[in-house]
C-alpha cells in the first residue's frame, strides 16, 4: 500500500476543508450571494489556496454538491444493505434518501439551489452519474427476479429519482419535517407497491 506523502495529506486537507466552508457559506449565504473570499476566510485559507482546487464558484458548488451527496447515498446503501427482501431494500433506501436529505439542513439547501446553482442539464448529469445508477441496479435485479411489472427500466429509473428529490425538497419544506418525512416515505411506498408484478389471476 502506497504511502501518502505530506504534501498530498496537506492537499487533501485543505480540499475538505474548502468543501466544508463552501458548504456552510452556500447553506447560509445562498450560491448568488457567496463569495470565494468568504469561503477562504471561513476555512482559513488563502484566496489563491481555493482558486489552486477549483477553477470557479460554480465548480466549488458542484463539488460541495457532489460530496454530500455521496455521503448521502453510501448511507443509502447501508441501509437497503439491512434488508434481505429486494422490495424492502428499495423502500429502504428511498426513505434513507429522504430522511438523509431532511435530516441535513446543508444538504437539503444544496439540492434545492442545485437547477439555479448549476443549471437543470449540468443536475441531469450528476444525477445520472450518482444517484440514477443505484436506483437502475435496484430496478434491474426486481426485474431479473421477477418480481418489477413489465416497465422501461432505464425511464422509471428516472420517473422515480425525479419523485424521490421532490418528495425529499416538499418534506424538508414541512413546517413539521418529520411528519413531512413520514408522509414522503409513505408516498414513495405506494408507488414502489404499483411496481410489483401482479400474480396471474386463478
Same mark, same amino acid.
Given at each position: ?35 470565494i ?8 485559507v ?5 482558486y489552486?482546487?477549483?477553477a470557479d ?12 451527496q455521496?455521503?448521502?447515498? *453510501?448511507?443509502? @446503501?447501508?441501509a ?8 424492502? +431494500?428499495?423502500? #429502504? $433506501? !428511498?426513505? &434513507? ?15 434545492q ?13 450528476i ?8 436506483l ?31 418528495? *425529499?425538497?416538499? @418534506? ?10 413520514? +408522509?414522503a416515505? #409513505? $408516498? !414513495?411506498? &405506494? ?12
Amino acid at each position: 500500500m502506497a504511502v501518502k506523502g505530506r504534501r498530498e495529506e496537506y492537499k487533501e486537507l485543505t480540499r475538505a476543508a474548502i468543501l466544508e466552508a463552501a458548504a456552510e457559506q452556500f447553506s447560509e449565504r445562498g450560491f448568488s450571494t457567496t463569495t470565494i473570499d468568504q469561503v477562504a476566510r471561513t476555512a482559513r485559507v488563502s484566496k489563491g489556496a481555493v482558486y489552486h482546487h477549483f477553477a470557479d464558484k460554480a465548480e466549488l458548488f458542484e463539488a460541495v454538491f457532489r460530496d454530500r451527496q455521496q455521503h448521502l447515498l *453510501a448511507s443509502v @446503501a447501508t441501509a437497503a444493505a439491512g434488508r434481505a427482501d429486494p422490495w424492502e +431494500q428499495l423502500d #429502504a $433506501a !428511498l426513505a &434513507a434518501y429522504v430522511d438523509g436529505t431532511v435530516a441535513d439542513n446543508v444538504h437539503r439547501s444544496l439540492l434545492q439551489q442545485a437547477p439555479a446553482a448549476l443549471g437543470a442539464e449540468r443536475c441531469r448529469q450528476i444525477d445520472q452519474q450518482l444517484g440514477l445508477p443505484v436506483l437502475l441496479a435496484a430496478l434491474d435485479t426486481l426485474h431479473r427476479t421477477g418480481e418489477l411489472a413489465p416497465q422501461p427500466t432505464e425511464m422509471l429509473a428516472r420517473l422515480l429519482f425525479s419523485a424521490l428529490c421532490e418528495a *425529499a425538497m416538499t @418534506a424538508g419544506a414541512d413546517s413539521q419535517p418529520s411528519r413531512g418525512r413520514r +408522509q414522503a416515505a #409513505a $408516498a !414513495l411506498r &405506494a408507488i414502489t407497491a404499483g411496481l410489483r408484478r401482479q400474480p396471474p389471476a386463478g
